[in-house]
């Protein structure tokens, strides 16, 4: 028996199992079909310049040697240190929702001030909520789903508020449409507001240079360009997987992070439509995806008067989080500037700008009308912006370049079927698949962000190969 | 390995699990969970570290014997009589 464990991905989820296995002495290959690893939170260049993609932030920011929250487990649990992730705090960030303007910032009574000004009838309740949170030992892999929605509504009676609550925690990590689970509202309220919001100097790369010189460190082996066509299943059990090709490795257990649906597919074959039906109704399909356009500045964006470092907006009173039926739905967005955190080494500006989007329609576009359309769209989206936040009139004068990606383009470089950034809204939280020796690791199995993603990983080693060979 | 190394031995592994903590005032009869932060993901990495550098198994009905150091010693020294000591913190 070649390895111990194939790990499908080098993404967060992917990296964080494999150093939990690998520190352990397991035999571990993780296999990645793109040229560089990060999946859903990757990193390119362009014209010289570098770019994040994937997630704006690491929400779940806590200082230093704080105790029992998930950024310091994560660590802990792959022996890394707060320091070597040299986190720069936001300055603050808003929501702006219909002509409202609600700061916050890693202080969340800040934000709780600005609700109290904005609704004060409201803040005794949403103080109750908080207080009401379960622990976060209580919010793991069993609960059961639940509408935010509804339970919102027991502490909260402006509708207003519910939709300014909704317009962050749906954007940051909801894969379901015009809601989120009650137990992921949570996560995310704390993540988002009691926690908070870092950068990496360097960004998303520092993070993930970090998880892959661990990973090799302890002995595991990272495969580049090695995309898995399937897994091989004898017996119900999970032996191995064949690659891209043809070449087959076998293992003791296999951990997928390419999606609950993907998955299915590498188990079963596009072809067996009866194991493919039985899928997509288990799995259910994943609807949500974004457009997003990268301005490069030659000044940075405080200059401008643009400071905060990641803006909601919204036009109108109700926030629609579901697949537009337009390319993208500029009702609503993300105004997101890496420079307006603290420690921020890039010299030039930049800004991004992330709204809802319909991967059909993307899809299907012929190449000259795909990039004549990124180009209307990104337009669009900064008009729309601009109407939230006057400021970003001014970005215009400054712009050095422009950058677009679509949901085709995260379907190409992460393979989650329909660019879909949360993956599918029915979650798999204990990572079974019905396969022997597979599991699911993630963003199907329904953690959260960055630090979520990290957390999953190490969490389905721990209980599917670490503690099995403890018992 | 004598008792007093097999205190040794597993505050070198708490001290790889928890670098920040400070082990240096550890009492023998209280839980460890009360003086500093350990939670269940850190005690299934003790005894993994533990089975990694002795070869000592703990079964998971025996986590609880582990909760003190005192705990430690009366349920590992036997396990580790005849093992040398040697450091967790590698390169």
């Known amino acids: ?471 | 390995m004598t008792q007093d190394e097999v205190v040794t031995a597993i505050k070198d592994i708490i001290a790889q699990i928890a670098p920040d903590e400070d082990l240096s005032s550890l009492e023998m009869d209280v839980r460890l969970r009360e003086q500093i932060e350990l939670d269940s993901m850190d005690f299934l990495d003790i005894v993994m570290e533990l089975r990694k550098l002795y070869g000592v198994q703990v079964p998971e009905k025996d986590y609880m014997e582990l909760a003190t150091l005192g705990g430690c010693v009366k349920y590992l020294h036997p396990l580790l009589e005849k093992k040398s000591l040697h450091c967790a913190q590698r390169a």
Request: with cysteine; hydrophobic share 40%; proline share 4%.
């Open chain 1, 1 to 471: 028996m070649a390895y111990d464990t194939l790990i499908i991905g080098a993404g967060m989820s992917g990296l964080a199992a494999g150093i939990r296995l690998a520190q352990f002495d397991r035999r571990v290959l993780v296999l990645e079909r793109h040229s560089l690893w990060g999946g859903l939170n990757s990193f390119y260049k362009l014209k010289g310049r570098p770019f994040d993609s994937g997630l704006h932030a690491l929400t779940n920011f806590v200082p230093k040697g704080t105790a029992g929250v998930p950024l310091t487990r994560a660590l802990r649990q792959l022996r890394i240190g707060y320091d070597e992730l040299k986190l720069g705090q936001q300055g603050h960030s808003e929501i702006r929702f219909d002509g409202r303007l609600l700061k916050f910032t890693n202080q969340p009574e800040v934000f709780f001030g600005e609700v109290a000004r904005e609704f004060p009838e409201e803040i005794d309740g949403l103080r109750r909520m908080v207080h009401e949170f379960a622990p976060y030992d209580a919010v793991s892999i069993e609960n059961a789903d639940s509408s935010a929605r509804e339970q919102l509504q027991r502490y909260v009676r402006a509708p207003e508020l519910i939709e300014i609550l909704m317009l962050p925690t749906c954007i940051y990590g909801s894969a379901r449409e015009d809601d989120l689970d009650w137990d992921q509202f949570q996560i995310l309220f704390r993540a988002l507001f009691l926690e908070g919001f870092s950068r990496p100097e360097g960004g998303v790369r520092t993070l993930l240079d970090l998880l892959v010189k661990r990973f090799r460190k302890v002995g595991g082996e990272l495969r580049m360009n090695s995309g898995v066509q399937s897994i091989l299943v004898r017996k119900g059990t999970a032996i191995g997987v064949r690659l891209d090709s043809g070449e087959e490795l076998l293992a003791e257990r296999v951990f997928s992070s390419a999606g609950h649906a993907e998955t299915l597919r590498l188990i079963h074959g596009q072809d067996n439509s009866e194991h493919r039906a039985a899928g997509d109704a288990s799995a259910g399909a994943a609807r949500l995806s974004f457009f997003e356009a990268i301005s490069v500045l030659d000044t940075l964006p405080a200059n401008l008067g643009i400071d905060s470092a990641v803006t909601f907006f919204n036009h109108g009173q109700e926030f629609r989080y579901r697949r537009p039926k337009t390319p993208i739905d500029v009702q609503s967005g993300v105004i997101c500037s890496p420079n307006n955190f603290e420690r921020c080494e890039l010299s030039e500006g930049f800004v991004r700008f992330t709204a809802l989007a319909n991967h059909a329609h993307w899809r299907n576009l012929p190449e000259p009308e795909y990039v004549a359309q990124k180009q209307i769209c990104a337009d669009q989206m900064l008009a729309s912006a601009t109407a939230a936040m006057p400021a970003l009139g001014a970005i215009g004068a400054h712009s050095l370049m422009r950058d677009t990606f679509t949901p085709r383009t995260i379907e190409h470089y992460t393979g989650h079927v329909g660019g879909a950034v949360y993956g599918s809204p029915v979650k798999c939280r204990d990572g079974r698949l019905g396969v022997e020796r597979l599991a699911l690791i993630g963003t199907d199995q329904g953690m959260l962000g960055i630090v979520g993603a990290l957390l999953s990983g190490i969490t389905i080693a721990n209980q599917q190969a670490l503690m099995e060979a403890a018992r």
